[in-house]
């Protein structure tokens, strides 16, 4: 096996010199995990106010746990492994609903697109001209919209451009249902975001 | 319907990464305008995603993280000294006397009759043995206790 697998050996370095004591290193560490652990927070944790006791109870297990990490994953996929964690115990120490079952279902039925195949050529033409307008803005909420699992996914795969596999390890999931989850939040966007822009154009 | 068309997932994953697709499935979603126009969908969905901007923090994490880190221990920190000098006078105190005395203790034990040494021996010797004994028996009393079966 490889011991650093994905690791770059400056996170080597940063990990050694933290050992030896040098708290300043952990801070890089911090700096360059920040945004995967914000990114997280954000889409799992509604309570503004518990994202900054959380983010810094994270990185306090972080660099406690420092000393077991055997570099079998990069550091960001280890530190966001503890990130969703951590929300997941927050989620149930809230008693907080959670929707989105994540078990395997059927996703090959060629009914799911069977509204685009009946659509007239040009409809497809103006909800494409719609989707570039003010998509942006509409996705975000409706991204919100979207079960805490789901969100997460959805920004970790297209925004922080991790693996599966990488998805699968932190989250603890089989990458099936990782597939599987992704493409029902993805056409779960699509079809509410095209169902509003019909609504508006009505 | 056409059921030769591919599913709406094989589309989803066309249109994220159209080298990872079968070449049937390639030339398919070249012909078909229908397949073209839902993958051009999700393509400009996938890509509207990626434009979101991150989420951040109003504080600096890295600063607050670092605040509540335990301080590193320095080497030569002031209580360190203290201790190390209290550990060097005490051994001087020790050995110096113990250095200029050294004949004089040698004289003091050599005067002694081999009786009085060996008595001394024997009995630290047998105190040692009982201190040892009851310890032992405390230890068996104390297993016995804990032994609930």
Redesign the interface.
């Known amino acids: 096996m490889n011991h650093t697998k994905g690791n770059n050996p400056d996170d080597k370095q940063l990990i050694d010199r933290i050992l030896r004591?040098?708290?300043?290193a952990?801070?890089t560490i911090?700096?360059n995990t920040?945004?995967l652990?914000?990114?997280i927070?954000?889409k799992m944790i509604p309570v503004s106010e518990d994202?900054?006791d959380l983010?810094?109870d994270i990185?306090?297990k972080v660099?406690r746990s420092l000393p077991g990490f055997k570099f079998q994953s990069k550091i960001s996929t280890w530190i966001a492994q503890i990130t969703y964690n951590t929300c997941l115990s927050w989620i149930e120490k809230k008693k907080l609903y959670f929707p989105g079952n994540l078990q395997e279902e059927d996703?090959?039925?060629?009914?799911?697109?069977?509204a685009?195949?009946n659509m007239p050529?040009n409809s497809?033409e103006t909800?494409?001209i719609l989707?570039?307008k003010e998509?942006?803005v509409i996705?975000?909420k409706e991204?919100e919209s979207l079960p805490p699992v789901y969100q997460t996914l959805?920004?970790l795969f297209?925004?922080e451009s991790m693996s599966y596999d990488e998805l699968s390890q932190i989250t603890g999931l089989p990458e099936g249902t990782i597939k599987s989850s992704l493409?029902r939040a993805?056409?779960t966007?699509?079809e509410n975001?095209?169902s509003k822009y019909q609504k508006e154009a009505l | 319907?056409?059921?030769s068309?591919p599913?709406?997932?094989?589309?989803?994953q066309w249109a994220a990464d159209p080298s990872g697709s079968s070449p049937v499935m390639n030339s398919h979603m070249q012909s078909c305008?229908?397949c073209k126009?839902?993958a051009?969908?999700?393509r400009?969905?996938?890509s509207?995603?990626?434009?979101?901007p991150?989420?951040?923090?109003d504080?600096d994490?890295?600063?607050?993280?670092?605040s509540?880190?335990?301080?590193?221990?320095t080497r030569l920190s002031v209580d360190n000294l203290i201790a190390g000098f209290l550990l060097v006078f005490t051994c001087c105190c020790i050995a110096i006397p113990v250095w200029l005395f050294r004949q004089n203790i040698l004289n003091m034990f050599s005067d002694i009759p081999p009786f009085f040494i060996y008595t001394i021996i024997g009995s630290t010797s047998i105190i040692f043995l009982v201190k040892i004994g009851s310890l032992y028996k405390k230890f068996q009393n104390q297993m016995r206790l804990l032994n609930y079966n």
């Open positions: 004591g040098d708290t300043r952990f801070g911090v700096k920040e945004r652990v914000t990114q927070l954000y994202r900054k983010a810094q990185y306090m660099f996703d090959r039925s060629p009914v799911s697109h069977e685009v195949y050529r497809v909800e494409r989707f570039q998509v942006s996705l975000k991204i959805i920004i297209h925004n493409f993805r056409k966007l699509k975001l095209l | 319907m056409n059921n068309h599913s709406e997932k094989e589309i989803q305008a229908q126009a839902e051009e969908i999700y400009l969905l996938f509207k995603i990626k434009q979101q991150a989420e951040e923090f504080f994490l890295s600063e607050m993280v670092l509540q880190l335990p301080k590193a221990k």
